[in-house]
């Protein structure tokens, strides 16, 4: 394998492609933005139609399926600042970069690549001073976008200028970069540096990484993963349930598995938002469950460590189960003080992909004599 020599902004211009296949997907392409890297496009079986890295990156005719909404989990809700969100009390949220290396078609935020953008910051100033009024912060994510695709000295000075402030102690990197071109790690010294000088020993630098299927964890991948590690950043690993990519126990027993291993530390699997163009990457959610559920009898305990999560626009909302009639759900992070820790139980509905497609029965707080039956 080798660093990516060239990235392909255009359907068109991919040699793996028919002139046919190039024909009807570039109608895809002109609604939602399409960009790859020959890194990335080297992983694909091209004799599989069905093949999940294609299915990751390649558009398919299905996302023209008018469904879903352009910001799902209703982010502008909690925007305080240009760029800047803050929704749980502790963590302040910047959208650091309009762009990624390269372009998941499953994306909840494909608003920001299809046109452009006023909501990504290209100056933190704003939200860097929102978080410093906010003592109540310790925690900033960098997202986007993906953050690595900024120059090095253009983090630097983010980087920077939060760990002026005495409250923030974790700054989270959300990054696909090390499953779409871990050579933007491995060719940039001054990076792992600057990981090396903001990561401190009681105040890490986490990186948020976004490995969704095993065959992104290529040598030169888990060779990235090591370098910034050594550097003294904390890797945790988030991804969608995607059908078609990884919605399959044995495929994430394997991806749960290795990246334990490698030390990416499982830390979510998102049941998919219903964002538009995303109808086909969905998995209802007692399937998810089951196969989540599933997954974990293959692995170990630190393989066990993610939560599959809704991240609902109240909080997130963990799917702990489901049984023949109803399906259980618990508040794992909330937006609002009444939901904090709250437990939901719903009716089954095996075609349910997203919380507002259930019908809640009954909520209660562990711990509180408050307890809600709401339908019989
Ligand atoms: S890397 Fe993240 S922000 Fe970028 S396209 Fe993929 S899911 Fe969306």
């Known amino acids: 394998m080798h660093a990516p020599t060239r990235h392909y ?4 211009k991919l040699p793996h492609l028919s002139e046919e296949e190039k024909q009807t997907l570039s109608r895809v392409e002109g609604e939602f933005a399409f960009r790859a890297n020959d890194y990335y496009l080297q992983l694909i079986d091209w004799d599989d139609p069905d093949d999940p890295i294609r299915r990751l990156i390649i558009p398919t005719e299905g996302e023209l399926r008018d469904w879903g909404t352009l910001d799902p989990s209703r982010e502008s809700d909690y925007t305080v600042a240009n760029g800047t969100q803050h929704k749980y009390t502790h963590t302040a949220l910047i959208l650091a970069a309009e762009t990624c290396d390269s372009y998941c078609r499953y994306c909840f935020r494909k608003r920001l690549t299809m ?28 997202t986007g976008g993906d953050p690595l695709t900024l120059a090095t000295n253009k983090l630097r000075r983010i980087i920077e200028r939060l760990r002026e402030i005495d409250h923030v102690g974790i700054i989270r990197i959300g990054t696909k970069v090390l499953a779409f071109n871990p050579y933007r790690i491995l060719d940039d010294p001054k990076l792992i540096e600057l990981i090396e000088a903001y990561s401190w020993r009681e105040k890490r630098i986490y990186v948020m990484s976004h490995f969704a299927h095993p065959r992104e964890l290529t040598e030169p991948a888990v060779e990235a993963v090591d370098r910034l590690l050594k550097a003294g950043a904390i890797i945790a690993n988030q991804c969608p349930l995607i059908a078609g990519v990884n919605d399959d126990a044995e495929v994430l027993v394997e991806l749960f598995n290795r990246l334990s291993m490698t030390g990416a530390t499982p830390y979510y699997l998102f049941q998919g938002r219903p964002t538009k163009g995303n109808a086909i990457f969905e998995v209802p959610i007692v399937r998810a469950s089951r196969i989540f559920n599933e997954a974990f009898e293959g692995t170990s305990g630190l393989g066990r460590r993610p939560r599959l999560t809704m991240s609902h626009h109240t909080g997130k909302i963990e799917i702990v189960g ?16 009444e939901n904090k820790g709250r437990f939901l139980i719903c009716h089954r509905d095996d075609r349910a992909i997203w919380f507002d497609d259930l019908d809640v029965v009954h909520t209660f707080k ?11």
């Open 322 to 337: 489901y049984d023949e009639s109803q399906i259980y759900l618990r508040y794992h992070r909330a937006a609002h003080e």
């Open 115 to 142: 046109r452009r953008s006023e909501e990504v910051m290209n100056d933190v100033r704003g939200g860097i001073e929102y978080i410093r009024a906010h003592p109540e912060v310790d925690n900033v994510l960098l």
């Open 9 to 12: 902004r255009h359907i068109r």
């Open 366 to 376: 562990p711990g509180t004599q408050e307890t809600n039956v709401l339908s019989a």
